[in-house]
């Protein structure tokens, strides 16, 4: 019975990205903390978990998570770990705490 759990579980997994938090604007880490961005968000203390969904149900109105859902479309990723402490993915812009966005 534990192996049909197993395997009945791993057909449950959706693929999860961790990114660093600097590849969000300093207004849109702001909205992920508040629970206020276009799409469906999860925040913690460290940032937060996003649902893009696959196919992506929705097309967030922040730009600069906008552009990270396409790239997450495209690798099949349906949910994004947005995080201080992770990896800062190479060719994705960067921004720091000071910059509001504009």
Request: proline content about 5%; glycine content about 4%.
């Given at each position: 019975m534990d192996n049909i759990i197993v395997t009945r579980l791993l057909e449950l997994v959706e693929p999860?990205?961790?990114l660093s938090i600097c590849h969000l604007t300093a207004t849109t880490r702001q909205k992920l903390a508040n629970?206020?961005?276009?799409?469906?968000?999860?925040?913690n203390d460290y940032g937060g978990f996003?649902?893009?969904?696959?196919p992506p149900y929705t097309v967030p109105a922040e730009?600069?998570?906008a552009m990270i859902f396409?790239?997450?479309?495209?690798?099949?990723?349906?949910?994004?770990?947005?995080?201080s402490d992770a990896a800062i993915l190479e060719g994705l812009?960067?921004?720091?705490?000071?910059d509001q966005g504009h």
């Open positions: 999860l990205a961790a629970d206020d961005l276009s799409v469906n968000v999860y925040p996003v649902y893009v969904g696959s730009s600069d998570m396409e790239l997450a479309r495209l690798a099949g990723i349906v949910w994004l770990k947005f995080d812009p960067v921004f720091d705490d000071l």
